[in-house]
């Protein structure tokens, strides 16, 4: 692209290439039309404009709605100025002389409309909203105005037309919003500063470029380069480019095509379809819940149930108090989902919740299992530590790791070699070996199973405890444990959880159950008191076992208070740390 690397201004961007044109921008649109009185009456009504992230995501979204591949943002906060570039489908003359009038759309012409909308805009009130705010300059040149190289220039003072004139320009739009509420110091004033405003346009690029990856955002503040956001397939390739320290290889990416519900319950045809981002829970989590986020049809949006949704499902899978990295995109039928709550769209109505955050769940569960599609990148990041550690030490590097392994691994083949200090067994695998701490790959199973059976069994001769608080007795009884009083102070436990059963332990066992917690909580009790302890000699037959229905479960990733079960190092990366490219070693047939 032509755009001057240094200075960000307007000459620069009349001069975009137009090889840059986005190829689905080339449909034509409808022209911009006023809704009719009854459309306007319908419309959840609100400001639009409140803050500086407002205009950002307004105009953005005129220029995704535009089918624009590609979109500059300049912010000079100082001077409450925003400029929006893109290289959207234009406007032309007719248009772009309509487009700030109140009301008018080239999105929607219907009441009907409004149970159909495919596009992130739809109440033609943003740019009427910034001419009443603040001072408006569009420029823009049409996809149908054949005249090579000419668009149109318009300015808007107070309300109104200034100035029009034709300028040379590429195909798209160019949007500049000065003296943002110049004339409402008191709305200035009650503003977050600075830094904050700065931080939710931040967050709001952040949001959009996630549901709509195919596009290259570069972000200037006060002309300098301050944000840039390349181009990737899917949600995966733009995370780590948003999110601090967060790196591809420790995300997993599913995508899938679902029915879409309807309330009569008929099959249709039509089909939604689901991406999930997920950080792998022994590479990567929070410490706030900020980066589990929902997207809907092009727009992130807060939807406290599937929020829930995603932390339910990760649920023992990360340390205490830590929070997953997610998002999922829904793309489904516009009928699906009712846009007209709030004027800012962040809030919708979905229809049918409760099957999306079942089909959430599922795919949540489906991602985080050990396949032969998502066993870790050779790019390990633990072992990249490591690798990187010891080639600070020596003089030679170790270059890029394969990013491809992922696909050339098509079945997941651990075979227990080893067991090392009596505490973590050796595996050799098709790309290399993995280390898998035998305790916690215990637990992860046992777990699972009483997740999945939570089963009590009577006991032939009660075990007696004494000296039990009231609420320890709930608790017990809670569980589904059968205690009753015994005489004064002494209490029978008549059935338990199986597991435990045949423990030595096990009026410790019932007594650190008693302590609370909820059954999940008694779950991961039971389960680490009954795996094999760290220490313990197995041998082969009894670790391959172990293996085996350790890769099986729902999550072997981490157990169930978060620690990671295994660490994997593969061939590659253990190739290039014994530096077996070296020649030296040719002459030995190495
Ligand atoms: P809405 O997006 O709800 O339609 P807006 O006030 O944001 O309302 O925009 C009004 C109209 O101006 C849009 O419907 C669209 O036709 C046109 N428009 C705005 N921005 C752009 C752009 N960047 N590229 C092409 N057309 C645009
Ligand atoms: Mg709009």
Known sequence: M?????????????????????????????PIQSLPREVINLIAAGEVIDSLAAVVRELVENSLDAGATSIYISLWPDLWRVQVADNGRGMTLRDLKFCAEPHSTSKI?????????????????????????????????????????????IVYRKGKIIKEEPVAIATGTIVTVSNLFAKLPLRRKSLPST????????????????????????VRQKE???????????????????????????????????????????????????????????????????????????????????????????????????????????????????????????????HSIKYWQEQVALAIER???????????????????????????GTYSIKERSKNKKEEI??????????????YIVAEHPTGLWLIEQHIAHERILYEQLQDDWKLVALETPIILSQLRSAQLEQLQRLGIEIENFGEQLWAVRAI?????????????????????????????????????????????????????????????????GRPIYLSLEETALSRFFRRNWVIGKSHGI
């Open 2 to 30: 032509s755009v001057n690397k240094t200075c960000f201004s307007e000459d620069s961007l009349k001069s975009w290439n137009v090889s840059t044109i986005a190829p689905h921008r080339l449909l034509m649109s409808s």
């Open 109 to 153: 012409h219907s009441s009907e409309d409004l149970y159909r909308i495919s596009s992130l805009g739809f109440r033609g009130e943003a740019l009427h909203s910034l001419t009443q705010v603040a001072d408006l300059e569009i420029l823009s040149r049409s996809v149908e105005d054949i005249e090579e190289g000419v668009g149109w220039r």
């Open 195 to 218: 830094s904050k405003q700065l931080k939710a346009v931040q967050e709001i690029i952040g949001e959009i470029a996630l549901c709509h990856p195919q596009v290259t955002w570069q």
């Open 224 to 350: 300098q380069l301050w944000l840039q956001i390349s181009p990737g397939t899917s949600a995966d390739r733009i995370l780590p480019q948003i999110v601090n320290r967060l790196r591809q290889s420790d995300l997993q990416l599913l995508k899938l095509d679902l029915k879409t519900p309807n309330e009569e319950n008929i099959e249709t045809v039509e089909k939604s379809k689901m991406e999930l981002t997920i950080g792998l829970p022994d590479r990567c989590h929070r410490r706030r819940a900020d980066w589990i986020k929902v997207g809907i049809n092009g727009r992130v949006v807060r939807s406290p149930e599937i929020e829930q949704t995603i932390i339910s499902a990760f649920a023992k899978t990360l340390p205490r108090d830590r929070y997953p990295v997610c998002f999922v995109h829904l793309q489904t039928s516009p009928c699906q989902i009712d846009w007209n709550r709030h004027p800012a769209k962040a809030k919708i109505y979905l």
């Open 367 to 393: 991602a985080l299992r050990i396949s032969p599609a998502n066993l870790p990148a050779a790019e390990n990041q633990r072992v990249g530590k490591l690798l990187k550690a010891s080639e600070e030490k």
């Open 410 to 423: 098509s079945l997941i083949d651990l075979r227990a070699v080893a067991q090392v200090r009596n505490t």
């Open 497 to 561: 959880p199986e597991m435990l059963q045949q423990r030595d332990d096990l009026t410790d066992a019932i007594i650190e159950l008693s302590w609370g917690g909820d059954l999940q909580e008694a779950q991961v009790a039971t389960a680490c008191r009954s795996a094999i302890r760290n220490g313990t000699p197995l041998n082969l037959s009894q670790m391959q076992t172990l293996l085996d229905r350790w890769k099986s479960t729902r999550n072997p990733s981490t157990c169930p208070h």
